[in-house]
């Protein structure tokens, strides 16, 4: 069974930074697409970045130049370093896993974690 624990979230000024982690366990971590996607209140859920199992990685516009995906197979984690921060970033983020596609499209994947909330104040 695919478990997804989320952490690092938090309160931080525009401008600043924070980053991400997600736990995985469950599965062969390594073979695995990973993604981390937000969702606002009120907002549908919207793909942040994405990293499959060759590490190649994928952006949404809104975040490129800003946001780091990363994983570290050895620990089964996955991260999202987050720099220069906006007031629109703030957001419930998500940590998704899927064995068979990859992508910036929610339905790719099958596997959800609880979420960390990260609020940016001015």
């Known amino acids: 069974q695919v478990q997804l624990v989320e952490s690092g979230g938090g309160s931080v000024q525009a401008g600043g930074s924070l980053r991400l982690s997600c736990a995985a366990s469950?599965?062969?971590?390594?073979?695995?697409?990973m993604a981390w996607f937000r969702q606002a209140p009120r907002k549908e859920r919207e793909a942040v970045a994405a990293i499959d199992s060759d590490g190649g990685t994928v952006y949404a516009d809104s975040v490129k130049g800003r946001f780091t995906i990363s994983k570290d197979n050895a620990k089964n984690t996955l991260y999202l370093q987050m720099n220069s921060l906006k007031l629109e970033d703030t957001a419930m983020y998500y940590c998704?896993?899927?064995?068979?596609?990859?992508?910036?499209?929610?339905?790719?994947?099958?596997?959800w974690g609880q979420g960390t909330q990260v609020t940016v104040f001015s």
């Open positions: 998704a896993a899927d064995g068979d596609r990859c992508g910036l499209w929610v339905g790719y994947f099958s596997n």
């Open positions: 469950g599965y062969t971590y390594s073979s695995y697409c």
